[in-house]
């Protein structure tokens, strides 16, 4: 019968109708790949998750379920109103304005919730159920976790205005300096902070987005034509890399200062276009640890100190510090987890080193995250990266300032041991002076003494404080001490040597204050009278401090422009104190001398005064953090303490009194803010 009605069904229906008809008894075919990858059009390895997914740090989005409201989507999509002709030719669009940024993309990055959290607890709840149950995912992103606050949100940037931002994209169009000086610049930190410090997790990735993104902007000035943009993180990103390369290129330093200033600036605008704090990315974390490195290199370790923190939390929020497969919800291979374990380490690495500078415990004081190695590290030797992982992993798990117990003998014996053991752990290239063949390879040979040799001297340092030490007998408190006083030799000793090869210790601000403060400290417990050659390390370093905080004096230029550092407060209260220490045998004094200073190099009176008048111009330029000093015949020396209060001090006490007592700056406001002038006077 159904036969005999076909016919007659056929021909009354019009092609429509029939096309209608076939469309919607078609069953519906649904791809193999995963949605994200739908949604981007790549090929997916149907992992869970899979390998794009956790690239891009959204596994948790890594779906093989299609959106019920798919269709609906697309056909909303489809039917979009396209622009005229006129408003594609208009200036005011967003798309044809240099730099061009896409941040509407990827706005839903996973974060890191404790298993024992709400959101977590129903998220797991809900994948128990049966599979037909969908729908109630999203219920729980979309709806619970806003309520929750822990939820990335598409709200704006909490602390600018709208026209603030307006203003600042408008900056930032301008601020990139031309392709040839970009890559010039990225070559310095490719070639001088990289080897060093690895604060971009994949430097060959970023050339390769740097080269394109260049070359998209050259064809788009000369053919303008819709194409695809980068984010404001990795805008960012290279702004950061642009200003710590110019901390290390060959400009003078009011030059340098200046460049790398205002991409420090720049670089920060676009984290704040692309919302950082509401919706980190690895992106926006590398530029913010760039930028705490160029901080702390520009003297401004206190605040580098508060970024870097800032940092963590933001990684912390995106689940970097977990073990390995410690989410159930999508466990990641330990190759596509690698960038994420190197970021981690790397923000650890630069958090750590300030926190021991400042005898402050780390943020990070308790990780599990798995140390990122390479594929020969255990069989060939570390890396410098890699050894440097390892110190600070050390530094985490022996330094515990904020703890009550102090360590006893064997305790600090067995760690100083196991920071030694890192030197023979590393590549057998930079393993040895002798078998260093590079310049890279020297400078990296010595900078691994120098950090493992500061180490170890801040494990040993409960052996310089005054009174009973509990867990030691005054012979193990000795042996204690002596092993103390020749690792903080040694640091020196690499300082120096580093110094005659390169700028790089002088310019990095973690080197420079291991080697003062280890030169101070040799100081205050009485080597400089006692060993002639501690003596001789110090005034080698009072030359080459001095001499680079004052470069090239008659040349005739402005002495600002001529130097190539300028210390901090603390720092340049340290070199005063060393100067003190070597001339007159203690921190201060206040009696006049008419002795001319025994320094060990043969270098005229009229070149240590030049060095002593550009050392009183940095102290003024300083903020007034100590006064300026005349060493000349006649000597009056600043009065920090009264001498019999610092005579009474523990070494440690005065050492800490040195570095991070500030001096008074007689009611002056010392950030010099005009308070009257407004940032933006246009609105």
């Not at 949604?39 to 299609?66: G, T």
């Not at 037909?132 to 600018?160: T, W």
């Not at 040895?432 to 493992?452: I, Y």
């Not at 009056?636 to 610092?646: A, F, I, K, Y």
């Amino acid at each position: 019968m159904s036969s005999e009605q076909s016919p007659n069904i056929e021909s009354s229906l019009t092609p429509e109708e029939a096309n209608k008809i076939i469309h919607s008894h078609r069953k519906v075919r649904y791809g193999t790949a995963c949605w994200p990858c739908r949604q981007r059009k790549v090929k997916c390895d149907n992992q869970q998750p899979c390998e794009n997914c956790v690239k891009r740090d959204h596994a948790s989005l890594c779906s093989y379920k299609p959106k019920q409201n798919a269709a609906k989507s697309s056909t909303a999509a489809n039917l979009k109103r396209p622009r005229s002709p006129s408003s594609d030719n208009s200036p005011k669009r967003d798309d044809d304005r240099w730099p061009r940024t896409t941040d509407d993309e990827e706005t839903n990055e996973s974060r890191y919730l404790g298993q024992n959290s709400i959101a977590a607890f129903l998220s797991e709840e809900t994948r128990a159920r049966e599979p037909s149950v969908i729908g109630e995912q999203d219920v729980i992103r979309k709806d619970i976790m806003p309520i929750l606050g822990l939820q990335i949100s598409s709200a704006p940037y909490p602390f600018m205005s709208k026209e603030h931002m307006d203003k600042i994209r408008n900056d930032i169009s301008v601020a990139l300096p031309s392709d040839r000086d970009i890559l010039k610049t990225f070559q310095i930190y490719k070639q001088i902070v990289q080897p060093f410090w690895g604060l971009l997790i994949d430097v060959e990735d970023f050339e390769s987005k740097l080269c394109t993104y260049l070359e998209d902007r050259v064809s788009s000035t000369k053919h303008p034509s819709p194409s695809k943009g980068v984010s404001s993180a990795w805008l960012g990103m290279l702004f950061a890399v642009l200003a710590v390369a110019t901390n290390y290129s060959e400009l003078s330093y009011s030059k340098r200062v200046a460049t790398s200033q205002a991409y420090v600036q720049t670089s920060f605008h676009c984290l704040r276009l692309s919302n950082f704090l509401i919706r980190p990315s690895l992106e926006s974390l590398q530029a913010l640890l760039i930028l705490g490195f160029v901080l702390a290199n520009d003297m401004k370790a206190e605040a580098s100190w508060a970024l870097i923190g800032l940092t963590c939390r933001l990684a912390q929020a995106l689940g970097l510090h977990r073990g390995p497969n410690e989410n159930v919800r999508s466990k990641m291979p330990a190759a596509s987890d690698l960038p994420r374990r190197k970021l981690w380490w790397t923000i650890v690495w630069q958090d750590s080193l300030l926190s021991l500078s400042f005898d402050r415990s780390p943020i990070a004081v308790m990780t599990r995250c798995q140390l990122p190695l390479g594929p020969h590290a255990l069989t060939v030797g570390f890396s410098y990266t890699e050894v440097m992982y390892h110190l600070c992993a050390k530094i985490l798990q022996s330094v515990n300032n904020d703890s009550n117990s102090q360590p006893n003998f064997s305790q600090i014996v067995a760690d100083s041991i196991e920071v030694e053991n890192l030197r023979i752990q590393v590549h057998p290239s930079f393993r040895e002076r002798d078998t260093c063949k590079t310049v890279q390879d020297r400078l990296q040979h010595c900078a691994v003494r120098l950090h493992s040799s500061f180490v170890i001297s801040v494990l040993c340092r409960p052996s310089l404080r005054r009174g009973d030490n509990i867990g030691m007998t005054p012979e193990e408190k000795a042996l204690l001490a002596e092993k103390c006083k020749q690792n903080l030799e040694e640091t020196v000793r690499m300082y120096l040597k580093m110094h005659s090869m390169s700028a790089i210790p002088t310019r990095s601000w973690a080197f420079t204050y291991h080697g003062l403060s280890s030169a101070v400290l040799l100081g205050i417990i009485g080597e400089t009278k006692t060993n002639p050659e501690v003596r001789g390390l110090q005034g080698d370093l009072i030359n080459a401090l001095s001499a680079t905080a004052a470069k090239d004096q008659n040349s005739g230029y402005d002495s600002a422009s001529d130097k190539d550092i300028e210390l901090s407060g603390p720092l340049s209260r340290a070199l005063a104190a060393l100067k003190n220490i070597y001339d007159h045998g203690w921190v201060v004094e206040t009696k006049a001398t008419n002795s001319p200073r025994p320094y060990p190099q043969d270098q005229d009176q009229a070149q240590f005064e030049q060095q002593d008048a550009a050392l009183a111009m940095a102290s003024l330029q300083n903020n007034g953090m100590i006064p300026p000093m005349n060493y000349g015949p006649q000597v009056e020396l600043p009065d920090m303490q009264s001498v019999e209060q610092t005579m009474n001090m523990s070494p440690m006490d005065l050492f800490d009194s040195i570095f991070w007592e500030p001096y008074p700056a007689a009611g002056l406001d010392q950030i010099g803010f005009d308070y009257t002038q407004q940032i933006y006077p246009q609105f």
